[in-house]
């Protein structure tokens, strides 16, 4: 039997995750059945689940992916970056995130699991890079960098929900009133 390439294993495990994560975003968690899950990605429940232990697997790699995401974007482009990307982004996507923080806040094996596969140091990456931020004079060191942290939560969360529901933000304004609130003085 022909050996299948890492590439080729790669490519399809990104094929079904794309997949999956129209079926979440167009029906939840609960309403992407597994036969919703192979019309969407084209492939049989074998062929799936070769890849994945079972649909909460599938769900918890899209999880993961998406904070992995997130926190590379923080760390490349910073707070402005994030919010632009997060403002632009697909609303399958924002539909998918914000399933995933229902569920952490309605299903405690499904938290308890997503604690386990969330890359810890990465996760504080962003309270390193806000608190780098405020030492090298850029932002306000007068503002608990949690609180500018749960800023950046809170208009990230607001964008997406404003992407689910078909708004657009004038990103330009709201991260000018952004910096309004957190830049250090000059």
Same mark, same amino acid.
Not at 47 to 69: G, P, Q, S, T, V
């Given at each position: 039997?022909?050996?299948?390439? +890492?590439?080729?294993l790669?490519a399809?495990?990104a094929?079904?995750l794309?997949?999956?994560? @129209?079926?979440?975003?167009?029906h ?6 597994v036969? &919703?899950?192979? +019309? !969407?990605?084209?492939? #049989?429940?074998?062929?799936?689940f070769?890849?994945?232990e *079972?649909?909460l ?5 899209? %999880?993961?992916?998406?904070? @992995?995401r997130?926190?590379? *974007?923080?760390?490349?482009? =910073?707070?402005?970056?994030v919010?632009?990307?997060?403002? %632009?982004?697909d609303?399958?996507? #924002? ?6 923080v ?10 308890a699991?997503?604690e386990?596969a ?8 962003? =309270?390193?890079?806000?608190? +780098? ?7 306000r060191d007068?503002?608990?960098? &949690?609180?500018?942290a #749960? ?14 529901? =078909? !708004?657009?933000?004038?990103? *330009?304004?709201?991260l ?5 609130g957190?830049?250090a003085? &000059?």
């Amino acid at each position: 039997m022909p050996k299948v390439s +890492e590439e080729h294993l790669a490519a399809r495990r990104a094929e079904i995750l794309a997949g999956a994560r @129209r079926a979440f975003a167009a029906h939840g968690y609960e309403g992407a059945t597994v036969a &919703k899950l192979e +019309e !969407e990605t084209g492939l #049989s429940r074998g062929a799936i689940f070769n890849y994945f232990e *079972d649909k909460l697997d599938l769900f918890m790699a899209l %999880a993961a992916e998406d904070d @992995r995401r997130w926190l590379a *974007d923080f760390d490349e482009t =910073g707070i402005d970056g994030v919010l632009r990307r997060i403002a %632009a982004e697909d609303p399958a996507w #924002s539909r998918v995130y914000i399933e995933v923080v229902r569920r952490t806040t309605t299903d405690p094996e499904f938290a308890a699991r997503l604690e386990q596969a969330e890359p810890q140091p990465e996760q504080r990456a962003a =309270g390193r890079q806000i608190a +780098e931020l405020q030492k090298a004079g850029v932002l306000r060191d007068d503002v608990d960098r &949690k609180a500018i942290a #749960s800023l950046v939560n809170l208009l990230a969360y607001g964008l997406m929900m404003f992407n689910v529901v =078909g !708004e657009h933000a004038d990103i *330009d304004a709201v991260l000018e009133l952004v910096h309004r609130g957190i830049d250090a003085p &000059k």
